[in-house]
Protein backbone atom coordinates (compact mmCIF):
# COMPACT_ATOMS: atom_id res chain seq x y z
CA UNK A 1 0.00 0.00 0.00
CA UNK A 2 1.41 3.21 -0.58
CA UNK A 3 2.77 5.45 2.08
CA UNK A 4 1.69 8.78 3.58
CA UNK A 5 4.09 10.47 1.17
CA UNK A 6 7.08 13.17 2.03
CA UNK A 7 7.13 15.35 4.88
CA UNK A 8 5.31 18.58 2.85
CA UNK A 9 2.54 16.56 1.75
CA UNK A 10 -1.23 17.97 2.71
CA UNK A 11 -4.60 16.12 3.18
CA UNK A 12 -5.54 17.54 0.04
CA UNK A 13 -9.77 17.45 -0.51
CA UNK A 14 -10.00 18.02 -4.17
CA UNK A 15 -8.68 14.03 -4.04
CA UNK A 16 -10.77 12.81 -1.33
CA UNK A 17 -14.07 11.28 -0.32
CA UNK A 18 -16.29 11.35 2.86
CA UNK A 19 -18.76 9.03 4.41
CA UNK A 20 -21.02 10.37 7.45
CA UNK A 21 -22.76 7.99 9.22
CA UNK A 22 -25.49 8.67 12.00
CA UNK A 23 -28.11 6.95 13.69
CA UNK A 24 -30.74 9.34 15.99
CA UNK A 25 -33.85 7.70 15.71
CA UNK A 26 -33.95 4.36 17.31
CA UNK A 27 -36.63 1.93 17.77
CA UNK A 28 -35.12 0.04 20.91
CA UNK A 29 -32.60 2.10 21.87
CA UNK A 30 -32.89 5.90 23.35
CA UNK A 31 -33.25 8.23 20.35
CA UNK A 32 -29.64 10.41 19.59
CA UNK A 33 -31.68 13.47 18.41
CA UNK A 34 -28.45 15.40 18.69
CA UNK A 35 -26.72 12.83 15.37
CA UNK A 36 -28.76 14.50 12.67
CA UNK A 37 -27.22 18.07 13.44
CA UNK A 38 -24.12 16.04 13.74
CA UNK A 39 -24.50 15.02 10.09
CA UNK A 40 -25.33 18.41 9.21
CA UNK A 41 -23.44 20.07 10.37
CA UNK A 42 -20.68 18.11 9.72
CA UNK A 43 -21.47 18.23 5.93
CA UNK A 44 -21.23 21.82 5.77
CA UNK A 45 -18.12 22.14 7.55
CA UNK A 46 -16.44 19.87 5.73
CA UNK A 47 -17.75 20.99 2.02
CA UNK A 48 -16.82 24.34 2.88
CA UNK A 49 -14.13 25.65 0.24
CA UNK A 50 -12.81 28.12 3.78
CA UNK A 51 -12.31 25.26 5.70
CA UNK A 52 -11.35 21.97 3.74
CA UNK A 53 -13.43 21.91 0.87
CA UNK A 54 -14.12 18.55 -0.36
CA UNK A 55 -16.68 18.13 -3.17
CA UNK A 56 -20.34 17.46 -1.81
CA UNK A 57 -20.78 14.85 -4.48
CA UNK A 58 -17.54 13.16 -2.63
CA UNK A 59 -19.34 13.76 0.87
CA UNK A 60 -22.30 11.18 1.36
CA UNK A 61 -24.47 11.74 4.39
CA UNK A 62 -26.08 7.93 5.93
CA UNK A 63 -29.05 8.92 7.75
CA UNK A 64 -30.19 5.64 9.83
CA UNK A 65 -28.88 2.94 7.54
CA UNK A 66 -32.20 0.22 7.82
CA UNK A 67 -29.44 -2.85 7.10
CA UNK A 68 -25.86 -3.69 7.47
CA UNK A 69 -25.33 -3.36 3.69
CA UNK A 70 -27.22 0.16 3.89
CA UNK A 71 -23.97 1.28 5.67
CA UNK A 72 -21.45 -0.68 4.64
CA UNK A 73 -22.14 -0.17 0.98
CA UNK A 74 -21.34 3.39 1.10
CA UNK A 75 -18.08 3.29 2.71
CA UNK A 76 -16.94 0.77 0.13
CA UNK A 77 -17.97 3.29 -2.51
CA UNK A 78 -16.23 5.58 -1.20
CA UNK A 79 -13.06 3.91 -0.23
CA UNK A 80 -13.11 3.46 -4.28
CA UNK A 81 -13.38 6.98 -5.16
CA UNK A 82 -10.93 8.25 -2.61
CA UNK A 83 -7.36 8.81 -4.15
CA UNK A 84 -6.22 10.98 -1.60
CA UNK A 85 -7.60 10.91 1.61
CA UNK A 86 -11.09 8.91 2.89
CA UNK A 87 -13.10 9.66 5.70
CA UNK A 88 -15.49 7.47 7.81
CA UNK A 89 -17.86 8.76 10.58
CA UNK A 90 -19.86 7.36 12.39
CA UNK A 91 -22.27 8.43 15.15
CA UNK A 92 -24.69 6.38 17.25
CA UNK A 93 -24.96 3.68 20.14
CA UNK A 94 -22.32 1.29 20.30
CA UNK A 95 -21.40 -1.81 22.50
CA UNK A 96 -19.16 -4.31 22.93
CA UNK A 97 -19.83 -8.06 22.37
CA UNK A 98 -19.30 -9.58 25.71
CA UNK A 99 -18.25 -12.87 24.59
CA UNK A 100 -15.17 -11.62 22.93
CA UNK A 101 -14.92 -7.82 23.48
CA UNK A 102 -15.38 -6.76 19.93
CA UNK A 103 -17.23 -3.79 18.79
CA UNK A 104 -20.36 -3.27 17.08
CA UNK A 105 -22.07 -0.30 15.90
CA UNK A 106 -25.69 0.10 16.10
CA UNK A 107 -29.01 0.74 13.59
CA UNK A 108 -31.93 2.04 13.65
CA UNK A 109 -33.60 -1.50 15.11
CA UNK A 110 -31.18 -3.21 16.75
CA UNK A 111 -32.03 -4.31 20.25
CA UNK A 112 -30.56 -3.57 23.97
CA UNK A 113 -27.26 -6.12 23.95
CA UNK A 114 -28.34 -8.44 20.52
CA UNK A 115 -25.14 -8.46 18.20
CA UNK A 116 -27.44 -9.98 15.61
CA UNK A 117 -29.19 -6.57 14.62
CA UNK A 118 -25.52 -4.47 15.01
CA UNK A 119 -22.42 -4.37 12.79
CA UNK A 120 -19.15 -5.76 13.66
CA UNK A 121 -16.65 -2.57 13.57
CA UNK A 122 -14.37 -5.16 11.61
CA UNK A 123 -16.95 -4.97 8.96
CA UNK A 124 -16.13 -1.06 8.78
CA UNK A 125 -12.68 -1.91 9.14
CA UNK A 126 -12.29 -4.23 6.04
CA UNK A 127 -13.93 -2.16 4.23
CA UNK A 128 -11.79 0.62 4.63
CA UNK A 129 -9.08 -1.47 4.35
CA UNK A 130 -9.86 -3.86 1.61
CA UNK A 131 -11.44 -1.12 -0.99
CA UNK A 132 -9.52 1.42 -2.88
CA UNK A 133 -6.16 3.22 -2.82
CA UNK A 134 -6.59 6.10 -0.83
CA UNK A 135 -3.27 7.40 1.02
CA UNK A 136 -4.77 7.99 3.96
CA UNK A 137 -7.76 7.14 5.56
CA UNK A 138 -9.26 8.95 8.97
CA UNK A 139 -11.72 7.24 11.46
CA UNK A 140 -14.14 8.86 13.79
CA UNK A 141 -16.05 7.41 16.01
CA UNK A 142 -18.76 9.36 18.33
CA UNK A 143 -20.34 6.42 20.59
CA UNK A 144 -23.00 6.65 23.57
CA UNK A 145 -23.07 3.21 24.74
CA UNK A 146 -25.66 1.11 25.86
CA UNK A 147 -23.96 -1.86 26.66
CA UNK A 148 -20.59 -2.43 28.91
CA UNK A 149 -17.72 -4.82 28.26
CA UNK A 150 -18.45 -7.08 30.82
CA UNK A 151 -15.50 -9.96 30.86
CA UNK A 152 -12.55 -8.47 33.16
CA UNK A 153 -14.42 -5.41 34.56
CA UNK A 154 -13.59 -3.20 31.54
CA UNK A 155 -16.14 -0.85 30.61
CA UNK A 156 -17.20 -0.38 26.93
CA UNK A 157 -15.22 2.40 26.52
CA UNK A 158 -12.25 0.80 27.74
CA UNK A 159 -12.39 -1.45 25.15
CA UNK A 160 -12.98 1.16 22.26
CA UNK A 161 -9.66 1.72 21.50
CA UNK A 162 -8.88 -1.38 21.64
CA UNK A 163 -11.37 -2.37 19.98
CA UNK A 164 -11.08 0.25 17.30
CA UNK A 165 -7.39 0.33 16.16
CA UNK A 166 -6.33 0.06 12.75
CA UNK A 167 -2.81 -0.85 13.21
CA UNK A 168 -2.55 -3.05 10.20
CA UNK A 169 -4.35 0.31 7.90
CA UNK A 170 -0.58 2.06 6.79
CA UNK A 171 -1.62 5.85 6.91
CA UNK A 172 -4.27 5.71 9.15
CA UNK A 173 -6.13 8.03 11.24
CA UNK A 174 -8.62 7.06 14.53
CA UNK A 175 -10.38 9.14 16.60
CA UNK A 176 -12.94 8.47 19.46
CA UNK A 177 -15.19 10.56 21.29
CA UNK A 178 -14.38 9.51 24.68
CA UNK A 179 -12.07 8.86 27.42
CA UNK A 180 -11.39 5.55 28.76
CA UNK A 181 -13.60 5.59 31.84
CA UNK A 182 -16.18 7.52 30.83
CA UNK A 183 -19.44 7.50 28.52
CA UNK A 184 -19.82 9.70 25.79
CA UNK A 185 -21.83 12.75 26.08
CA UNK A 186 -24.99 14.32 24.72
CA UNK A 187 -25.70 17.37 26.52
CA UNK A 188 -29.40 18.47 26.66
CA UNK A 189 -30.42 21.68 24.69
CA UNK A 190 -27.16 21.54 22.57
CA UNK A 191 -27.25 21.16 18.78
CA UNK A 192 -24.76 18.68 18.63
CA UNK A 193 -23.08 15.46 20.17
CA UNK A 194 -20.26 16.96 22.88
CA UNK A 195 -17.52 16.12 20.99
CA UNK A 196 -18.80 16.59 17.16
CA UNK A 197 -19.71 19.62 18.47
CA UNK A 198 -16.72 21.19 19.51
CA UNK A 199 -14.94 18.99 16.51
CA UNK A 200 -17.08 21.33 14.05
CA UNK A 201 -16.64 24.34 16.27
CA UNK A 202 -13.27 24.10 15.50
CA UNK A 203 -12.82 23.39 11.79
CA UNK A 204 -15.24 26.19 11.65
CA UNK A 205 -13.80 28.71 13.59
CA UNK A 206 -10.14 27.76 13.42
CA UNK A 207 -7.42 28.47 15.97
CA UNK A 208 -6.51 31.94 16.62
CA UNK A 209 -2.68 30.38 17.95
CA UNK A 210 -2.53 27.78 14.98
CA UNK A 211 -0.59 28.40 12.16
CA UNK A 212 -2.01 29.00 8.60
CA UNK A 213 -3.41 25.47 7.78
CA UNK A 214 -3.97 23.48 11.21
CA UNK A 215 -2.73 19.52 11.15
CA UNK A 216 -5.39 16.72 13.04
CA UNK A 217 -3.24 16.55 15.18
CA UNK A 218 -4.02 20.51 16.02
CA UNK A 219 -7.07 20.25 15.56
CA UNK A 220 -8.30 17.17 17.98
CA UNK A 221 -5.65 18.74 20.34
CA UNK A 222 -8.08 21.93 20.08
CA UNK A 223 -10.86 19.54 20.78
CA UNK A 224 -9.74 18.06 23.62
CA UNK A 225 -9.00 21.08 24.97
CA UNK A 226 -12.65 22.60 24.92
CA UNK A 227 -14.04 19.58 26.04
CA UNK A 228 -11.32 19.52 29.04
CA UNK A 229 -12.21 23.14 29.91
CA UNK A 230 -16.16 21.87 30.39
CA UNK A 231 -15.26 19.23 32.06
CA UNK A 232 -16.56 16.46 29.33
CA UNK A 233 -15.30 13.45 28.39
CA UNK A 234 -11.78 13.72 26.61
CA UNK A 235 -11.44 12.30 22.75
CA UNK A 236 -8.87 9.81 22.22
CA UNK A 237 -6.56 9.24 19.18
CA UNK A 238 -4.44 6.20 17.01
CA UNK A 239 -1.82 7.52 14.09
CA UNK A 240 -0.34 5.45 11.79
CA UNK A 241 2.91 6.86 9.45
CA UNK A 242 2.53 10.82 10.71
CA UNK A 243 -0.90 11.11 9.46
CA UNK A 244 -1.86 13.55 12.31
CA UNK A 245 1.35 15.84 11.29
CA UNK A 246 -0.15 16.59 8.01
CA UNK A 247 -1.99 20.52 6.97
CA UNK A 248 -5.53 19.27 7.31
CA UNK A 249 -7.74 22.31 6.95
CA UNK A 250 -7.39 26.38 6.81
CA UNK A 251 -7.14 27.95 10.04
CA UNK A 252 -9.91 31.03 9.37
CA UNK A 253 -8.32 32.68 12.99
CA UNK A 254 -5.08 32.97 10.51
CA UNK A 255 -3.93 36.11 8.77
CA UNK A 256 -1.07 36.92 6.84
CA UNK A 257 -0.68 40.32 8.65
CA UNK A 258 -1.19 38.58 12.00
CA UNK A 259 1.35 36.17 11.66
CA UNK A 260 4.17 39.04 10.31
CA UNK A 261 5.92 40.33 13.17
CA UNK A 262 5.73 44.03 14.25
CA UNK A 263 8.81 46.18 13.82
CA UNK A 264 11.11 46.63 17.47
CA UNK A 265 9.89 49.54 19.18
CA UNK A 266 12.63 52.30 20.56
CA UNK A 267 10.85 52.05 24.32
CA UNK A 268 8.58 49.53 25.90
CA UNK A 269 6.17 47.67 24.35
CA UNK A 270 2.55 47.75 25.16
CA UNK A 271 2.95 44.06 26.50
CA UNK A 272 6.18 45.03 28.09
CA UNK A 273 4.65 47.52 30.34
CA UNK A 274 1.40 45.47 31.28
CA UNK A 275 4.02 42.91 32.21
CA UNK A 276 5.77 45.36 34.42
CA UNK A 277 2.27 46.68 35.80
CA UNK A 278 1.82 43.49 36.81
CA UNK A 279 4.97 43.05 38.15
CA UNK A 280 4.44 46.21 40.11
CA UNK A 281 0.71 45.24 41.03
CA UNK A 282 2.16 41.84 42.64
CA UNK A 283 4.69 43.76 44.57
CA UNK A 284 2.53 45.89 46.14
CA UNK A 285 -0.34 43.60 46.73
CA UNK A 286 2.91 41.42 48.44
CA UNK A 287 3.91 44.71 50.81
CA UNK A 288 0.24 44.93 51.82
CA UNK A 289 -0.32 41.31 52.83
CA UNK A 290 2.76 41.32 54.52
CA UNK A 291 1.81 44.42 56.52
CA UNK A 292 -1.19 42.98 57.42
CA UNK A 293 -0.27 39.74 58.78
CA UNK A 294 2.24 41.29 61.18
CA UNK A 295 -0.59 42.67 62.71
CA UNK A 296 -2.99 39.96 62.69
CA UNK A 297 -2.99 36.72 64.39
CA UNK A 298 -0.06 34.93 63.97
CA UNK A 299 -2.39 31.33 63.26
CA UNK A 300 -4.50 32.84 61.24
CA UNK A 301 -3.13 31.64 57.97
CA UNK A 302 -3.23 28.01 59.43
CA UNK A 303 -6.92 28.88 60.31
CA UNK A 304 -7.95 29.62 56.72
CA UNK A 305 -6.15 26.82 55.17
CA UNK A 306 -8.59 24.01 57.38
CA UNK A 307 -10.49 22.15 54.88
CA UNK A 308 -13.89 22.95 56.33
CA UNK A 309 -16.47 25.62 55.78
CA UNK A 310 -19.74 26.06 53.49
CA UNK A 311 -19.66 23.72 50.48
CA UNK A 312 -23.39 24.83 49.30
CA UNK A 313 -26.48 26.92 50.92
CA UNK A 314 -27.74 22.89 52.58
CA UNK A 315 -23.98 21.24 52.81
CA UNK A 316 -20.69 22.44 55.11
CA UNK A 317 -17.21 20.35 55.53
CA UNK A 318 -16.62 19.63 59.26
CA UNK A 319 -13.15 17.76 58.64
CA UNK A 320 -10.96 15.94 56.47
CA UNK A 321 -8.57 13.33 57.90
CA UNK A 322 -5.84 11.13 55.74
CA UNK A 323 -4.81 9.63 59.28
CA UNK A 324 -5.86 6.08 58.02
CA UNK A 325 -3.75 6.97 54.80
CA UNK A 326 -0.45 7.41 56.50
CA UNK A 327 -1.11 4.05 58.51
CA UNK A 328 -0.63 2.02 55.70
CA UNK A 329 1.16 -0.70 57.34
CA UNK A 330 -0.25 -1.31 61.31
CA UNK A 331 2.30 -3.19 62.80
CA UNK A 332 0.23 -4.36 65.81
CA UNK A 333 -2.51 -5.35 63.96
CA UNK A 334 -1.11 -6.62 60.98
CA UNK A 335 -2.48 -5.53 58.28
CA UNK A 336 -2.97 -2.52 55.33
CA UNK A 337 -5.48 -0.36 55.85
CA UNK A 338 -6.64 0.35 51.82
CA UNK A 339 -9.04 -0.60 49.69
CA UNK A 340 -11.80 1.02 51.85
CA UNK A 341 -14.96 0.54 49.60
CA UNK A 342 -17.78 1.20 52.85
CA UNK A 343 -18.45 2.73 56.07
CA UNK A 344 -21.20 1.51 58.59
CA UNK A 345 -21.86 3.07 62.11
CA UNK A 346 -22.51 1.87 64.96
CA UNK A 347 -24.32 2.17 68.47
CA UNK A 348 -20.95 3.37 70.17
CA UNK A 349 -20.15 6.34 67.92
CA UNK A 350 -17.53 4.39 66.41
CA UNK A 351 -17.62 3.04 62.76
CA UNK A 352 -16.95 -0.27 61.07
CA UNK A 353 -15.45 0.18 57.14
CA UNK A 354 -14.89 -2.67 54.80
CA UNK A 355 -11.65 -3.24 52.47
CA UNK A 356 -12.76 -4.91 49.22
CA UNK A 357 -9.33 -6.04 48.33
CA UNK A 358 -8.17 -9.60 49.84
CA UNK A 359 -8.66 -11.25 51.69
CA UNK A 360 -11.54 -9.66 52.74
CA UNK A 361 -11.61 -7.33 56.24
CA UNK A 362 -13.56 -5.07 58.35
CA UNK A 363 -12.14 -2.68 60.37
CA UNK A 364 -13.12 -1.34 63.68
CA UNK A 365 -12.16 2.71 63.70
CA UNK A 366 -12.67 5.11 66.39
CA UNK A 367 -13.24 8.43 64.13
CA UNK A 368 -13.09 11.21 66.64
CA UNK A 369 -15.31 14.20 66.44
CA UNK A 370 -16.74 15.28 63.24
CA UNK A 371 -15.61 18.87 63.73
CA UNK A 372 -12.17 17.08 64.66
CA UNK A 373 -11.69 13.72 62.34
CA UNK A 374 -8.79 11.33 64.01
CA UNK A 375 -9.55 7.95 62.91
CA UNK A 376 -8.24 5.34 64.28
CA UNK A 377 -7.87 1.57 63.73
CA UNK A 378 -9.27 -0.37 66.97
CA UNK A 379 -9.57 -3.69 65.57
CA UNK A 380 -9.62 -5.78 62.34
CA UNK A 381 -11.93 -8.68 61.56
CA UNK A 382 -10.85 -11.44 58.86
CA UNK A 383 -14.12 -12.57 56.84
CA UNK A 384 -14.23 -16.54 56.92
CA UNK A 385 -16.70 -18.59 55.14
CA UNK A 386 -19.15 -20.68 57.13
CA UNK A 387 -16.46 -23.39 57.81
CA UNK A 388 -13.96 -21.20 59.30
CA UNK A 389 -12.10 -20.56 56.51
CA UNK A 390 -11.26 -17.07 55.06
CA UNK A 391 -11.86 -16.13 51.66
CA UNK A 392 -8.52 -15.33 50.26
CA UNK A 393 -9.84 -14.77 46.61
CA UNK A 394 -13.50 -14.21 45.02
CA UNK A 395 -14.88 -11.61 47.80
CA UNK A 396 -14.54 -7.81 46.72
CA UNK A 397 -16.83 -7.00 49.32
CA UNK A 398 -18.83 -3.18 48.88
CA UNK A 399 -21.70 -2.72 50.43
CA UNK A 400 -21.71 -2.97 54.33
CA UNK A 401 -24.87 -2.43 57.04
CA UNK A 402 -24.31 -2.92 60.49
CA UNK A 403 -27.53 -4.88 61.48
CA UNK A 404 -29.67 -3.83 64.58
CA UNK A 405 -28.30 -5.10 67.94
CA UNK A 406 -24.63 -5.08 66.41
CA UNK A 407 -23.89 -8.52 66.28
CA UNK A 408 -24.28 -9.30 62.61
CA UNK A 409 -23.57 -7.23 59.18
CA UNK A 410 -24.76 -7.69 55.75
CA UNK A 411 -22.10 -7.29 52.90
CA UNK A 412 -22.45 -6.80 48.94
CA UNK A 413 -20.24 -8.55 47.17
CA UNK A 414 -19.27 -7.89 43.74
CA UNK A 415 -17.34 -10.96 42.18
CA UNK A 416 -20.40 -12.96 42.59
CA UNK A 417 -23.47 -11.05 42.88
CA UNK A 418 -23.99 -11.94 46.68
CA UNK A 419 -25.61 -10.51 50.02
CA UNK A 420 -24.07 -12.38 52.91
CA UNK A 421 -24.77 -12.13 56.49
CA UNK A 422 -21.26 -11.75 59.54
CA UNK A 423 -21.34 -12.72 62.91
CA UNK A 424 -19.26 -10.19 63.66
CA UNK A 425 -17.69 -11.95 66.90
CA UNK A 426 -15.11 -14.68 64.89
CA UNK A 427 -16.60 -13.19 61.22
CA UNK A 428 -17.79 -16.17 59.74
CA UNK A 429 -20.32 -16.25 57.50
CA UNK A 430 -24.12 -16.77 58.56
CA UNK A 431 -26.17 -17.23 54.99
CA UNK A 432 -26.93 -15.52 51.87
CA UNK A 433 -30.08 -13.62 50.83
CA UNK A 434 -31.65 -13.79 47.64
CA UNK A 435 -30.67 -12.08 44.99
CA UNK A 436 -32.38 -10.93 41.62
CA UNK A 437 -31.11 -14.09 39.18
CA UNK A 438 -30.49 -11.30 36.30
CA UNK A 439 -28.11 -9.13 38.60
CA UNK A 440 -25.91 -12.11 38.59
CA UNK A 441 -22.91 -11.70 36.35
CA UNK A 442 -23.03 -12.86 32.77
CA UNK A 443 -21.03 -15.71 33.04
CA UNK A 444 -22.94 -16.79 35.93
CA UNK A 445 -25.94 -16.54 33.21
CA UNK A 446 -27.10 -12.78 34.44
CA UNK A 447 -26.86 -9.41 32.85
CA UNK A 448 -24.52 -7.37 35.03
CA UNK A 449 -20.93 -6.25 34.60
CA UNK A 450 -18.38 -7.79 36.15
CA UNK A 451 -17.10 -5.54 38.30
CA UNK A 452 -20.03 -2.92 38.39
CA UNK A 453 -23.23 -5.05 40.07
CA UNK A 454 -23.94 -4.94 43.54
CA UNK A 455 -21.95 -2.10 44.80
CA UNK A 456 -24.48 -0.31 47.82
CA UNK A 457 -26.02 -1.76 50.71
CA UNK A 458 -28.09 0.23 53.09
CA UNK A 459 -31.16 -0.68 55.68
CA UNK A 460 -33.50 1.83 57.62
CA UNK A 461 -33.04 2.69 61.38
CA UNK A 462 -35.44 -0.41 62.13
CA UNK A 463 -34.22 -2.87 59.81
CA UNK A 464 -37.22 -3.24 58.10
CA UNK A 465 -36.42 -2.06 55.03
CA UNK A 466 -32.77 -3.25 53.32
CA UNK A 467 -31.74 -1.58 49.90
CA UNK A 468 -28.95 -2.72 47.55
CA UNK A 469 -28.33 -0.96 44.16
CA UNK A 470 -26.00 -1.46 41.13
CA UNK A 471 -22.90 0.35 40.20
CA UNK A 472 -23.77 0.04 36.65
CA UNK A 473 -26.35 -1.30 33.69
CA UNK A 474 -27.53 -4.43 33.28
CA UNK A 475 -27.36 -5.35 29.37
CA UNK A 476 -30.02 -4.17 27.76
CA UNK A 477 -30.88 -1.37 30.09
CA UNK A 478 -27.96 0.72 28.96
CA UNK A 479 -27.73 4.71 28.98
CA UNK A 480 -29.86 7.74 27.65
CA UNK A 481 -27.20 10.34 26.31
CA UNK A 482 -24.41 9.28 28.83
CA UNK A 483 -26.78 8.63 32.06
CA UNK A 484 -26.60 5.24 32.85
CA UNK A 485 -29.61 3.24 33.42
CA UNK A 486 -29.42 1.54 37.12
CA UNK A 487 -31.48 -0.33 39.32
CA UNK A 488 -32.21 -0.22 43.34
CA UNK A 489 -33.76 -3.30 44.79
CA UNK A 490 -35.78 -3.07 48.06
CA UNK A 491 -36.21 -5.62 50.57
CA UNK A 492 -38.46 -6.37 53.13
CA UNK A 493 -37.26 -8.63 56.50
CA UNK A 494 -35.77 -8.19 59.77
CA UNK A 495 -32.91 -7.44 61.74
CA UNK A 496 -30.47 -10.26 61.61
CA UNK A 497 -33.62 -12.78 60.41
CA UNK A 498 -34.96 -13.05 56.59
CA UNK A 499 -35.36 -10.90 53.77
CA UNK A 500 -37.43 -11.07 51.14
CA UNK A 501 -37.52 -9.32 47.59
CA UNK A 502 -39.72 -6.27 47.63
CA UNK A 503 -39.63 -4.11 44.99
CA UNK A 504 -37.24 -2.73 42.35
CA UNK A 505 -36.76 1.41 40.64
CA UNK A 506 -35.07 2.42 37.79
CA UNK A 507 -32.51 5.29 38.85
CA UNK A 508 -30.71 7.06 36.26
CA UNK A 509 -27.13 8.37 36.97
CA UNK A 510 -25.30 11.91 35.91
CA UNK A 511 -24.15 11.81 32.51
CA UNK A 512 -20.75 9.23 32.83
CA UNK A 513 -21.47 8.44 36.21
CA UNK A 514 -22.14 5.33 38.30
CA UNK A 515 -23.95 4.79 41.80
CA UNK A 516 -21.92 4.01 44.31
CA UNK A 517 -23.65 3.77 47.31
CA UNK A 518 -26.91 4.40 49.53
CA UNK A 519 -28.09 5.62 53.08
CA UNK A 520 -31.79 5.30 53.57
CA UNK A 521 -33.62 8.32 55.15
CA UNK A 522 -36.53 6.27 55.33
CA UNK A 523 -38.93 3.29 53.72
CA UNK A 524 -39.04 5.54 50.72
CA UNK A 525 -36.35 7.66 50.82
CA UNK A 526 -32.92 7.66 50.00
CA UNK A 527 -29.28 9.24 49.57
CA UNK A 528 -27.54 8.28 46.76
CA UNK A 529 -23.92 8.51 46.15
CA UNK A 530 -22.39 8.84 42.43
CA UNK A 531 -19.11 9.04 41.25
CA UNK A 532 -17.65 9.51 38.09
CA UNK A 533 -14.10 9.63 36.57
CA UNK A 534 -12.66 10.89 33.29
CA UNK A 535 -9.05 11.19 32.67
CA UNK A 536 -7.06 13.99 32.99
CA UNK A 537 -10.15 15.84 34.86
CA UNK A 538 -10.17 13.87 37.84
CA UNK A 539 -13.09 12.62 39.84
CA UNK A 540 -16.91 14.08 40.45
CA UNK A 541 -18.47 13.17 44.12
CA UNK A 542 -22.14 13.81 44.14
CA UNK A 543 -24.98 13.22 46.55
CA UNK A 544 -28.59 13.45 45.81
CA UNK A 545 -31.55 12.72 47.83
CA UNK A 546 -34.29 10.60 46.33
CA UNK A 547 -37.97 9.62 46.98
CA UNK A 548 -39.68 6.25 46.15
CA UNK A 549 -42.72 7.13 47.32
CA UNK A 550 -45.16 6.24 43.83
CA UNK A 551 -42.72 4.98 42.40
CA UNK A 552 -43.35 2.48 39.54
CA UNK A 553 -42.10 -1.18 40.52
CA UNK A 554 -39.49 -2.27 37.40
CA UNK A 555 -38.70 -5.86 38.93
CA UNK A 556 -40.79 -7.17 35.66
CA UNK A 557 -39.60 -4.84 32.89
CA UNK A 558 -36.66 -6.89 31.06
CA UNK A 559 -35.24 -3.75 29.50
CA UNK A 560 -35.11 -0.10 31.25
CA UNK A 561 -34.30 1.18 27.45
CA UNK A 562 -37.83 1.82 26.82
CA UNK A 563 -38.91 3.38 29.60
CA UNK A 564 -39.86 6.90 30.08
CA UNK A 565 -38.13 9.52 31.79
CA UNK A 566 -40.97 9.73 34.58
CA UNK A 567 -40.28 6.01 35.33
CA UNK A 568 -37.16 7.03 37.09
CA UNK A 569 -37.07 7.76 40.97
CA UNK A 570 -34.39 10.49 39.47
CA UNK A 571 -36.52 12.71 37.50
CA UNK A 572 -36.86 15.23 40.03
CA UNK A 573 -33.72 15.27 42.68
CA UNK A 574 -32.30 17.73 45.10
CA UNK A 575 -28.11 17.83 44.92
CA UNK A 576 -27.33 17.64 48.99
CA UNK A 577 -23.82 17.18 48.40
CA UNK A 578 -21.27 18.40 45.44
CA UNK A 579 -17.56 17.20 46.82
CA UNK A 580 -16.02 19.15 44.44
CA UNK A 581 -17.66 22.78 45.96
CA UNK A 582 -16.45 22.34 49.23
CA UNK A 583 -13.25 24.10 50.48
CA UNK A 584 -9.94 22.22 49.93
CA UNK A 585 -7.66 24.02 52.51
CA UNK A 586 -3.94 22.93 52.46
CA UNK A 587 -5.19 19.89 51.00
CA UNK A 588 -2.98 19.12 47.78
CA UNK A 589 -3.48 16.63 44.83
CA UNK A 590 -1.09 13.59 45.57
CA UNK A 591 1.32 13.69 42.46
CA UNK A 592 0.18 11.47 39.32
CA UNK A 593 -3.74 12.64 39.93
CA UNK A 594 -5.52 15.33 38.10
CA UNK A 595 -8.32 16.92 40.20
CA UNK A 596 -10.69 19.51 39.64
CA UNK A 597 -10.29 19.80 43.70
CA UNK A 598 -7.60 18.53 45.84
CA UNK A 599 -10.66 17.29 48.29
CA UNK A 600 -11.47 14.72 45.26
CA UNK A 601 -10.86 11.42 45.27
CA UNK A 602 -12.04 7.72 44.62
CA UNK A 603 -14.98 7.71 47.23
CA UNK A 604 -17.07 5.11 47.54
CA UNK A 605 -19.09 4.85 50.78
CA UNK A 606 -20.80 6.73 52.85
CA UNK A 607 -22.75 6.63 56.41
CA UNK A 608 -25.16 9.06 58.09
CA UNK A 609 -25.66 9.70 61.59
CA UNK A 610 -28.64 9.88 62.49
CA UNK A 611 -29.10 12.15 65.27
CA UNK A 612 -30.07 16.07 64.08
CA UNK A 613 -27.32 18.66 64.75
CA UNK A 614 -27.73 22.29 64.53
CA UNK A 615 -31.75 22.25 63.76
CA UNK A 616 -32.76 22.51 60.58
CA UNK A 617 -33.17 18.78 59.17
CA UNK A 618 -29.14 18.98 59.31
CA UNK A 619 -27.24 15.56 59.93
CA UNK A 620 -23.83 14.24 59.94
CA UNK A 621 -22.82 12.50 56.70
CA UNK A 622 -19.15 10.41 56.76
CA UNK A 623 -17.62 9.48 53.16
CA UNK A 624 -14.96 7.23 53.04
CA UNK A 625 -12.61 7.12 49.94
CA UNK A 626 -10.68 3.58 48.37
CA UNK A 627 -7.15 4.40 47.25
CA UNK A 628 -7.18 0.82 45.54
CA UNK A 629 -4.02 0.34 46.85
CA UNK A 630 -1.96 2.59 45.09
CA UNK A 631 0.40 5.26 45.92
CA UNK A 632 -1.38 8.17 43.95
CA UNK A 633 -4.90 7.97 45.44
CA UNK A 634 -5.34 8.51 49.15
CA UNK A 635 -7.78 6.69 52.07
CA UNK A 636 -9.56 9.60 53.47
CA UNK A 637 -12.85 10.28 55.62
CA UNK A 638 -14.63 13.11 55.47
CA UNK A 639 -17.28 14.68 57.82
CA UNK A 640 -19.96 16.96 56.07
CA UNK A 641 -22.91 18.48 57.16
CA UNK A 642 -26.14 18.07 54.98
CA UNK A 643 -29.77 18.93 55.10
CA UNK A 644 -31.98 16.60 54.26
CA UNK A 645 -36.18 16.77 53.97
CA UNK A 646 -36.25 14.34 57.03
CA UNK A 647 -35.94 16.01 59.94
Known sequence: MTGTGGANSRIDAAHSACVLIGVDAYTQLAPLRAVKNNLTRLKETLTDPDVWGVPGELCQVVSNPGSQQELIAPIRKA?????????????????????????????????????DGAVPYEWL??????????????VVLDCCYSGKALDGGMS?????????????????????SCAKTRLALSPRGEECTAFTGELVKVLAEGDPDGPEELTLDMVFGRVRARLKEKRRPLPQVQNQNGVGSLPFVKNRQWSASAATPPPPASGPTPAGRKRWSCLLAVAAVTAVAATVAVQADPLAWWKDRKAAGPCSKGASLLSVSDALNRATEL?????NVDGLSAISLNAQGEAWVLADNKPGRLFRVRLGSPEHLAPEVLKIQTLKRGNGVPYSEGFDGEGLVVEKGGKTVLISSEADSTIRRFR??????LGTLPVPAEWASVSAGGR????????????????????????????????RA?????????????????YALDGQFAYEADAGAYLVDLVALGPDRLLALERSYASGLGNSIRVYEVSLAGAKNVTDVRYLAGEPPDSFVTEHRPLVLDLADCPAGDIEVPEGQTQPNPLLDNVEGMALDNRPTGGGGHRVLYLVSDNNSKKDQVTRVYAVKVKTSVR
Open 125 to 138: RRAIRDNGSARRRI
Open 79 to 115: ASAARGTLIVYYAGHGFIDPSDGALYLTLPDTEPGEI
Open 424 to 429: LSDGRE
Open 156 to 176: AVENLQAAALMEDVEGSYVAT
Open 448 to 479: AGGNRNLESLTTTTDGRYLYTGLEGPLVGDGD
Open 482 to 498: GRNRLRIQRYKGTPGGA
Open 331 to 335: ENLGA
